[in-house]
């Protein structure tokens, strides 16, 4: 039977808390990125607060599965960086429970929180982009003069093709207004060329009035055919001339079924039964096309008899084409010309247009398999972001909005960068979809995996003393003793014997010197193959301390004060880097590698031979306080 500790509420309590009002600012940073692309559509239109309220409505709605898992990240992170400030974490631990039991209860939370992100993908989310896209072409439609692009020609006025060189959105002035007038037909277009203008909405809202500065226009007097010849025309120069134009800005709503084809409106199985129809209409165009190409005038017919081959292998071997070339006229090979070039040109626009449409079917194939994986992946997304941030947070022990916040907008990018870039990938047909939309997936559960395990085991990887410290080790940094007189001692030290024991370290230390020749550069090629180990710094460094941590219970400061004065001996640095005899012959071969190496373990060498001079001077000053045996 499941029965739900206390622990588990207490958690889950915790983690709800948290991600209510992390969900709440990760939505509304979405939705201020998504008014933001649509911020010029949306000013000024005079649009009803209704409206606005649908728009935001709807966006909302569409954004929700995309504020999900960096909610879920942000909310983790904090969560389990709450329990580690507060020792909660340790004091779980120490009470025998293990990291994925404590993430068990947040790990079924998140996996309901998928279900609910991919009922937003597959269900709500596919009507909400269908009034959303709808809303925004009906946005865009409604007030005209500020959505007329520049240097392109503008078509969403009824009759009239406008084109701007340039427009100031502050005044609201175009220049180079360029207007074709095609109420009455194309062949009889008024056209009208100013050097400025303004359009404004009538009071009614009915009527674009048109104010223009210096310019002309160009009408015909009659109705004529196209064919016509000398047909005449009015032509007037003005300085300045206003023009009405009818035109209903009142906010229309226009027909739902525009947003029909698109992929991100269908669910997945209306978007598997569009791949399967798009799929069998591709593969109908593309034997047709093979067909056509076949059986085309500028192809070799395929279905020749014996005889016929023989024919034209005879014709082509006793006729030669440029022979016949060279011997014919000017215009003649003029002729020939033009027809080959007019027969190429003719086949380079045929196969274009065939290139063209297979392409816009094979890549609206691609776009609604990118959406069909995506409902899964983005739901997955939830659950790998809380392995990723749960485990982070129990290492870093950070709680808040510092650390967190700043970790979880990295991850996110990162997530982000790699997901962009294998969307494109796909889309544009240069991956195979799955691979593509599954990239950052695959990436990141790796990832979870390994921080989930390495939180699990209480590791350091993202302890940032233990990465000092190593890189303290490679650039020859070391520490210095911080001892003080003791408040209270247990233990004396054995005054007695200790002098015996300096006098013995310094004797190990001067015949170290001697054996060892630190001072000296060492041969390259037995630094590298020598296999026998340096135990004997090993036993200095055991000796020296033992006598330092019993001296420390020392009454006298003096002596407290000399035993900060004994270096903290690096036992390894004056030795092969590795502890793999492959690896260090690998490192000698590496000629610039080994001499880099070569000349550390020189200085280290160096500084150990000063190391033992100054524990012989450091014993001599300790045995001479310790043979005054004053304040001991």
């Known amino acids: 039977m499941l029965r739900i500790k206390r622990l588990d509420i207490f958690i889950i309590k915790s983690f709800l808390t948290l991600f209510a009002g992390t969900f709440l600012i990760c939505l509304f940073i979405f939705m201020m990125q998504f008014l933001w692309r649509f911020v010029d559509d949306l000013v000024g239109k005079g649009l009803e607060m209704t409206v606005m309220g649908q728009f935001f409505f709807y966006a909302g709605l569409t954004l929700v599965p995309a504020a999900l898992p960096l909610a879920i990240l942000l909310a ?24 994925l039991q404590i993430m068990r209860p947040l790990a079924v939370l998140v996996c309901i929180l998928c279900c609910i992100s991919f009922y937003f993908q597959n269900v709500i989310g596919p009507m909400a982009q269908e009034k959303l896209g709808t809303l925004l072409i009906s946005v865009k439609q409604k007030s005209p003069e500020l959505d007329i692009p520049e240097g392109a020609f503008y078509s969403d006025i009824p009759g009239y093709q406008i084109k701007v060189g340039k427009k100031n959105r502050k005044t609201g002035m175009l220049y180079d207004v360029l207007i074709y007038n095609l109420k009455d037909g194309a062949e009889n277009a008024h056209i009208i060329y100013a050097d400025s203008g303004k359009m404004e909405m009538t009071a009614d809202k009915q009527h674009l009035n048109l104010h223009l500065y210096y310019g002309e226009l160009f009408e015909n007097l009659k109705s004529q055919n196209v064919k016509s010849q000398n047909v005449p025309y009015r032509r007037e120069s003005f300085s300045e001339k206003r023009s009405i134009i009818e035109f209903d800005s009142d906010f229309n709503m226009v027909d739902a079924s525009i947003m029909s084809n698109q992929a991100t409106t269908k669910d997945m199985k209306y978007l598997q039964t569009s791949i399967d129809s798009m799929v069998l209409i591709g593969d109908s165009i593309g034997r047709q096309y093979f067909k056509e190409v076949r059986t085309s005038t500028y192809s070799i017919p395929n279905k020749l008899t014996k005889e016929d081959s023989l024919k034209l292998e005879k014709a082509g071997a006793s006729l030669n084409i440029d022979s016949v070339f060279e011997a014919s006229t000017l215009a003649q090979k003029q002729r020939v010309i033009n027809a080959a070039t007019s027969r190429t040109e003719s086949l380079k626009s045929d196969f274009g247009f065939k290139n063209y449409t297979m392409e816009g ?3 609206q194939i691609r776009r609604h398999k990118i959406e069909w994986h995506k409902k899964i992946t983005i739901s997955l997304s939830c659950l790998l972001f809380f392995f990723i941030g749960a485990p982070l947070g129990g290492i870093i022990r950070k709680g808040g909005l510092g ?66 410290n190593f890189f303290k080790r490679i650039a020859g940094i070391r520490s ?39 001072t000296k550069a060492p041969n390259y090629f037995k630094l ?9 710094i090993k036993q200095i460094n055991e000796q020296l301390e033992s006598l330092v941590e019993e001296l420390s219970n020392s009454h006298s400061a003096t002596i407290v ?7 903290i001996i690096p036992i390894y640095a004056h030795l092969r880097p590795f502890r793999l005899y492959w690896l260090n012959i690998i490192t000698a071969i590496i000629l610039p590698l080994g001499l880099f190496f070569y000349i550390r373990i020189w200085i280290f060498r160096y500084r150990l031979s000063k190391d033992m001079e100054r524990i012989i001077k450091n014993n001599e000053l300790v045995a001479h306080v310790i043979s005054e045996g004053k304040n001991l």
């Open 528 to 536: 590298w193959f020598r296999t026998s180990r340096d135990n004997q």
């Open 480 to 518: 210095v003793r911080h001892l003080s007189r003791k408040e209270v001692i247990i233990h004396d030290p054995n005054y007695a014997i200790i002098p015996e024991k300096l006098a013995q370290l310094t004797d190990i230390c001067q015949k170290y010197i001697k054996s060892k020749k630190l």
């Open 403 to 468: 650390m967190p916040v700043i970790i979880s907008v990295l991850m996110f990018i990162i997530y982000y960068v790699i997901d962009n870039a294998g969307y494109k990938m796909a889309r544009d047909g240069h991956w195979i979809v799955w691979t593509g939309v599954w990239l950052s997936s695959a990436i990141l559960a790796p990832l979870g995996i390994f921080l989930t395990y390495k939180s699990n085991k209480d590791s350091v990887v993202l302890n940032a003393d233990a990465y000092i």
């Open 76 to 99: 983790s992170l904090i969560t389990f960086g709450n329990f580690g400030e507060r020792y909660e974490l340790l004091a779980m631990k120490a009470a025998g429970i293990s990291l």
């Open 361 to 363: 079917n094979d890549y």
């Open 561 to 567: 004060n000399l035993l900060n004065n004994y270096p």
